[in-house]
């Protein structure tokens, strides 16, 4: 699956606009609570590689999302976060799923290598 932040995809036509998609998952606002032992990089679970893993289930649903409609893509893809408590943020990771063909197999012209 291509995830691109573009609207577009050089080198390839777009066919079906499939519609909106999304990933989202609700976080802890305590990075203590969500397992980060320190969130200066000590033993543990880094701050920044938790914050990564965050984004990543949230592309993934948002992936399957896709995938379920039938979209070998996804453009303009974003992030958006919002609170839901006091405690608890939502991310989610947004986008418009597609079925994109590569302009030379539409037209039979194979791209150089």
């Excluded at 969500?34 to 590689?49: C, H, M, V």
């Excluded at 965050?54 to 039938?70: D, K, L, N, W």
Aim: one cysteine or more; aromatic letters at 6%.
């Amino acid at each position: 699956m291509l995830v691109v932040t573009t609207e577009g995809l050089p080198g390839y036509e777009i066919t079906t606009v499939l519609g909106e998609v999304l990933g989202v998952v609700a976080t802890s606002r305590n990075p203590f609570a969500a397992g980060i032992r320190s969130t200066e990089g000590g033993p543990g679970q880094d701050l920044s590689q938790f914050l990564v893993k965050t984004r990543s289930r949230a592309v993934g649903q948002m992936v399957q999302a896709a995938e379920h409609r039938g979209a070998n893509a996804i453009v303009g893809m974003r992030f958006d976060h919002r609170d839901v408590t006091n405690t608890w943020v939502e991310l989610c990771a947004y986008g418009t799923a597609v079925v994109a063909v590569p302009l030379h197999a539409r037209t039979g012209v194979h791209a150089a290598a």
